[in-house]
């Protein structure tokens, strides 16, 4: 979402006014409504219905609040008048085994994805939105990939250039194998289809351009840009630090998914090594973690007792922020691949941890994410380097005691961090629509 919203952001400062099209109200475990204060009066946000599962849970957890069941008090304008302290929102909490068979039934039953449901409502609105607003392009933010299908058909019944991004991949994305090879071959269809059709085809990262390039020799390889994530840099410059008392904090930012579990596992049983060979030097230590995790992760975490740990659950972005910057060291955990995949994409935490200049500690395998974090001054090692860990761990923790805050080392910090500001991302997006609306 973040990548869209300071897109959206940005846009006007370059002469672009952005209307995003999304969906009414959606069943999600997360939400942080104070970024809508920060959108410019120019963009406008359009909602629409749909018939995707995740509208459908939200209208029954409405349902449920009506006949008295837990849910949001509202007050009499229909905005919410009070949540539960520590509340995560509007969500139906599943467990590990229906989640799983949630996703495999998706899997299943829909190509791309269940987004595709949203379809009929987004492209009738987006050919009324063309008559309206003088539309000149459209920008299709992907994941979720039916949405490049969508822009795909907006963009023909329009008549108007698609600008499609990439932020993750789409058949070779490794955490989302198809269920069936004719799933597998229906999906590459509907990407060479959108691929094929598009004006400029976004990606975030070197080698994602490289593996299009090489997938579709066809096409024209300037197609193919690489305009990366970022931090917001006039958030950073007004948010301050929060105080961490002292302490070493080990922060993470950013959803716990259970395939994190293992890197996790890794960090903690160094952490526990480190604690009994001198536990003075982790008394003062504390592991801190801000966003979702899954209920895999809590387990996990609670069979590590001399890990002093906080999950602090989904924390508003400000406030995310300032944790950030006032943490000793960041964490970031990746799932460990098999060596034969090539992993291609980026978090985009990791553009806002470089954008503090706090030093961080990835546990994943080798790819763009990596050579980020070596290049910012950070180390990388992979979950089954117990002993490297330990010693990370160490090294990290006596650094913020001598100096009351460990910072990040080596050469280029600083320029890769101005790299990365939105606004320099922005511009570059603002040059690919004014191109592609000049083209005939």
């Not at 952005?18 to 999600?28: G, Q, W």
């Not at 837990?70 to 995560?88: D, L, N």
């Not at 379809?119 to 920008?139: G, K």
């Not at 801190?288 to 590590?304: F, H, M, S, T, V």
Request: hydrophobic share 40%; with cysteine; aromatic share 8%.
């Amino acid at each position: 979402m973040q990548r869209a919203f300071y897109f959206a952001k940005y846009l006007p400062r370059f002469g672009w006014r952005p209307t995003v099209l999304t969906v009414k109200e959606v069943a999600f475990p997360v939400k942080d409504p104070t970024l809508l204060d920060e959108l410019p009066p120019e963009a406008t946000v359009v909602r629409t219905e749909s018939f995707e599962l995740r509208r459908l849970l939200w209208h029954a957890g409405r349902m449920s609040s009506r006949f008295g069941r837990q849910g949001w008090r509202r007050g009499e304008s229909g905005e919410r008048a009070s949540e539960p302290e520590g509340a995560k929102g509007e969500a139906i909490i599943l467990g590990a085994g229906l989640r799983e068979l949630g996703r495999k039934l998706r899997r299943w039953f829909f190509v791309p994805d269940d987004r595709v449901l949203w379809a009929p409502f987004a492209v009738l609105r987006a050919l009324r939105l063309a008559r309206e607003e003088r539309l000149r392009a459209i920008y299709a933010t992907v994941p979720a990939y039916s949405s490049g299908v969508i822009g795909y058909w907006i963009s023909r019944l329009t008549k108007l250039p698609l600008i499609l991004d990439l932020r993750d991949p789409w058949t070779r994305d490794p955490y989302l194998p198809p269920a069936t090879r004719f799933h597998a071959w229906l999906d590459a269809r509907l990407e060479a289809q959108v691929v094929g059709h598009a004006a400029r085809v976004i990606v975030i990262s070197e080698s994602m351009r490289r593996a299009l390039v090489r997938a579709y020799p066809e096409i024209d390889p300037a197609t193919f840009v690489v305009v990366t994530n970022g931090y917001d840099a006039e958030a950073f410059e007004r948010i301050a630090p929060r105080d961490g008392g002292g302490d070493f904090v080990l922060t993470y930012a950013g959803s716990l998914y259970s395939h994190h579990r293992a890197s996790l596992r890794a960090v903690c049983a160094a952490w526990t090594e480190l604690a009994g060979r001198t536990p003075e030097l982790t008394s003062g230590a504390r592991l801190e973690l801000i966003g979702r995790c899954d209920p895999e992760i809590e387990e996990e975490l609670a069979d590590w007792p001399k890990v002093r740990s906080e999950a602090h659950g989904y924390l508003p972005h400000d406030q995310s922020l300032g944790r950030l910057k006032g943490a000793s060291a960041l964490l970031l955990l990746i799932k460990d691949l098999d060596p034969e995949r090539q992993v291609i994409t980026i978090p985009g935490k990791l553009f806002e941890y470089v954008g503090t200049s706090r030093p961080i500690l990835m546990i994943g395998p080798e790819g763009d994410a990596a050579d980020i974090v070596r290049e910012t001054g950070g180390r990388v090692l992979r979950e089954v380097e117990g002993a490297a860990i330990a010693a990370a761990l160490e090294d990290l923790m006596r650094a913020g005691q001598a100096s009351g805050q460990a910072t990040a080392a080596g050469l280029g910090v600083e320029e890769r961090r101005r790299r990365y500001d939105r606004l320099a991302g922005t511009a570059r997006l603002a040059a690919l629509l004014d191109e592609a609306t000049l083209r005939p």
